[in-house]
């Protein structure tokens, strides 16, 4: 699938790869992993009471050719104890307009452990509104991230827009 509406395979790794270019270069710990040479790329301000410990990844959906951001939030120091669940995750979401809250549970395709994620069902509009972005991956993220536990994007990511 190939439209104004989606990002295809070598786009995506294209923003993402500038994506963490960037991210090194303002030293934010952004990282890009596995293998993109796989034939299916998919398989292989709000206060919070107490410190909330976070992951985000993004991958590309290859059925719905469009980015689709997994996450998980724990309330503890060790990642893997105390998960927040899906319903105390939507309750971060401040922005009571953003129109991206279709949070879903599923096992993340790579590392094959329950992750949150948001639905990759509306990224196709998403995508078509910043359809003359430089880098669609930094518009797309910038705007569901709010979503995702209130992930934050430094401004330098913007740059890569223009």
Known sequence: MDGPGTITWEEFLGDAEKFVQMSNYISDGWDLR????IPDPFEATCPIERPLITEHHVLWSMSY????????GWKSDFPGINSISM???????CDREL???DLSQAIHPILGTPFLYLHP????????ITSK????????????????LNLKLRPEYYQLTI
């Open 99 to 101: 129109k991206y809250k």
């Open 121 to 128: 069902c509306m990224s196709h509009e998403l995508l078509q």
């Open 133 to 148: 972005s430089k880098n669609k991956l930094v518009s797309w993220l910038s705007t569901v991230a709010p979503a995702a």
């Open 65 to 72: 050719s469009v980015p689709v951001l997994y996450f998980n």
């Open 87 to 93: 319903e105390e995750a939507q309750s971060f979401v």
């Open 34 to 37: 596995g293998n993109k040479n």
